[in-house]
């Protein structure tokens, strides 16, 4: 008993110290303290840890204080740094001439292609100089640039500012990226830098995304390559404004909603081929690892990938509700890593807003639909849907203006196919390296429920008050919506145990 009881402390503090560097973040992410103010609370801290250590709670309140600063650092540490030597400094001066090298895989467009670049030398008065710094270069479809081409371009450097409200400043931020150069003049001068390991995957997926595109039409091949390797801009603004407003863009990136599909894939796999469930669960594992692979390892892929693992790991323990302290730690890699994502990144923000309302909240509202079929998980996709909808529907409309009205009927006409359309894509494309024939016959089939998703999200966009729009949020709305949601949650969980009590006490 003993040991259970510590166990259970230790699992508390963990949640407790780990909430703290996570609120120092977000502190910090809004309103980064002076000074004096980080010593004077430095200072607090360790006073109660030394003078009251044998008082537990005091103890646990100067290290929950201590975690609280890491966080606050750790933003403080994120902050981009001034010099003469980085690409920033030239921001809104005369054009430069500077020589970096493609650090991503480059963001086609429909007109145009957007590649991220480090700086590594500029050419000033014929002396070549270091420099350091990251820039996001527009360019024209053609001539073509990849990952690893090292290029020399000439241009003028702009701050991102801001516009529309939007600051595109702090969208970039997060990427570490402080210039942007809209249609310089470029030339190549060589190809193969960046890391090896990186552009054999990316040589990988293109390969992947031409055999898509040659057994299937568009938009089919781009909503297809959309979905099994998170291509982008392949399609068209107009279909694309679609699913934004019929609220089932997270089907056409890379999410975790995916990697819960293709780890539901391989575990049933798994289990047909009669293998015990926690070896099933395994062959999950590196399945997902070489599905991110897959995509080039994108980072919107491995966050996708971390979330939807937890949650698999948390249902294989059947233990789905007690993985708030695997979530805490994922947040806590993912700031220390990256601390801008907190506010800046919106996938970051909704992909685990949308775990927490899987995990606490599809337990109690699966009960409110019991009226649904099982039949095709319709009852399970509306309840995922709802639970994720819940939790980040503040989120989503700060962040987009936007409530889709008609969200709920469109996953539950769409998500209950999306495992059939993945796995028949992604052996259709498969089969094509073999024959290309056998694999655009294998294609019909894929063919057929990319059509009729399109389709689906055609008619519900043209529906009058398919999405409303709400402009200037105040956001105190949203912080009382979720003390709404949290005290409601309590509420019914509290609620059921004490009927649950009841229920033993009388049979007892």
């Keep these: 008993m003993a040991n259970k009881h510590q166990l259970l402390s230790k699992s508390y503090l963990f949640l407790y110290f780990t909430s703290s560097f996570v609120t120092g973040v977000t502190i910090a992410s809004f309103w980064i303290p002076p000074h004096w103010i980080l010593l004077l609370f430095f200072a607090l801290a360790v006073l109660l840890i030394s003078v009251w250590w044998k008082m537990a709670g005091v103890r646990m309140t100067g290290f929950c204080g201590l975690f609280l600063l890491l966080g606050i650092w750790r933003l403080v540490m994120a902050q981009p740094a001034d010099g003469t030597d980085l690409l920033r400094a030239y921001n809104d001066k005369e054009e430069v001439i500077f020589v970096g090298v493609v650090v991503e895989e480059p963001d086609v467009r429909a007109d145009n292609v957007k590649l991220t670049v480090v700086g590594e030398e500029i050419l000033q008065r014929e002396e070549r100089t270091g420099i350091a710094g990251k820039v996001l270069v527009t360019l024209p479809r053609y001539p073509e640039f990849a990952y690893g081409d090292r290029l020399q371009i000439s241009g003028q450097l702009k701050d991102p500012g801001e516009f529309d409200g939007f600051s595109y400043r702090d969208y970039l931020a997060k990427f570490g990226i402080y210039s942007v150069c809209y249609r310089p003049q470029v030339e190549l001068v060589s190809t193969g830098g960046g890391n090896i390991f990186q552009r054999g995957l990316l040589r990988v997926k293109q390969r992947f995304k031409d055999q898509v595109e040659l057994v299937l039409p568009e938009p089919q091949a781009s909503f297809l390559a959309g979905m099994l390797l998170g291509a982008k801009g392949g399609l068209p603004e107009d279909v694309r404004e679609q699913f934004n407003i019929v609220g089932v863009s997270h089907i056409i990136v890379i999410s975790g909603f995916h990697v819960a599909i293709v780890a539901g894939l391989l575990m049933n796999l798994g289990l047909a081929l009669s293998l015990s469930r926690r070896q099933a669960f395994w062959l999950a594992v590196v399945g997902l690892i070489l599905f991110i692979l897959l995509t080039g390892a994108q980072t919107s892929a491995v966050r996708a990938g971390i979330m939807g693992g937890l949650?698999?790991?948390?249902?294989?323990?059947?233990?789905?509700?007690?993985?708030?302290?695997?979530?805490?730690?994922?947040?806590?890699?993912?700031?220390?890593?990256?601390?801008?994502?907190?506010?800046?990144?919106?996938?970051?923000?909704?992909?685990?807003?949308?775990?927490?309302?899987?995990?606490?909240?599809?337990?109690?509202?699966?009960?409110?639909?019991?009226?649904?079929?099982?039949?095709?998980?319709?009852?399970?996709?509306?309840?995922?849907?709802?639970?994720?909808?819940?939790?980040?529907?503040?989120?989503?409309?700060?962040?987009?203006?936007?409530?889709?009205?008609?969200?709920?009927?469109?996953?539950?006409?769409?998500?209950?196919?999306?495992?059939?359309?993945?796995?028949?894509?992604?052996?259709?494309?498969?089969?094509?390296?073999?024959?290309?024939?056998?694999?655009?016959?294998?294609?019909?089939?894929?063919?057929?429920?990319?059509?009729?998703?399109?389709?689906?999200?055609?008619?519900?966009?043209?529906?009058?008050?398919?999405?409303?729009?709400?402009?200037?949020?105040?956001?105190?709305?949203?912080?009382?919506?979720?003390?709404?949601?949290?005290?409601?949650?309590?509420?019914?969980?509290?609620?059921?145990?004490?009927?649950?009590?009841?229920?033993?006490?009388?049979?007892?």
Excluded: C, H
């Design 311 to 508: 949650v698999l790991l948390a249902m294989q323990a059947g233990r789905l509700s007690d993985v708030k302290n695997l979530l805490l730690l994922a947040a806590v890699v993912m700031l220390l890593i990256n601390p801008l994502l907190l506010r800046f990144d919106v996938g970051f923000q909704l992909s685990f807003l949308a775990t927490i309302g899987i995990v606490y909240l599809s337990p109690l509202i699966t009960k409110l639909l019991r009226f649904l079929p099982e039949a095709l998980k319709i009852r399970e996709s509306a309840t995922m849907t709802l639970s994720a909808q819940v939790t980040t529907l503040p989120i989503i409309i700060t962040s987009f203006e936007r409530l889709s009205v008609v969200a709920p009927l469109a996953n539950i006409m769409i998500v209950p196919l999306m495992p059939l359309t993945m796995m028949a894509g992604f052996v259709s494309g498969l089969v094509s390296f073999v024959s290309l024939a056998l694999g655009k016959v294998l294609a019909g089939g894929a063919w057929l429920l990319l059509s009729y998703k399109l389709a689906v999200v055609e008619w519900l966009a043209r529906l009058p008050y398919a999405a409303v729009e709400i402009n200037d949020l105040w956001w105190g709305w949203g912080v009382m919506y979720y003390l709404l949601v949290i005290g409601v949650v309590v509420w019914l969980k509290s609620g059921a145990r004490v009927k649950k009590e009841k229920s033993l006490t009388g049979i007892l």
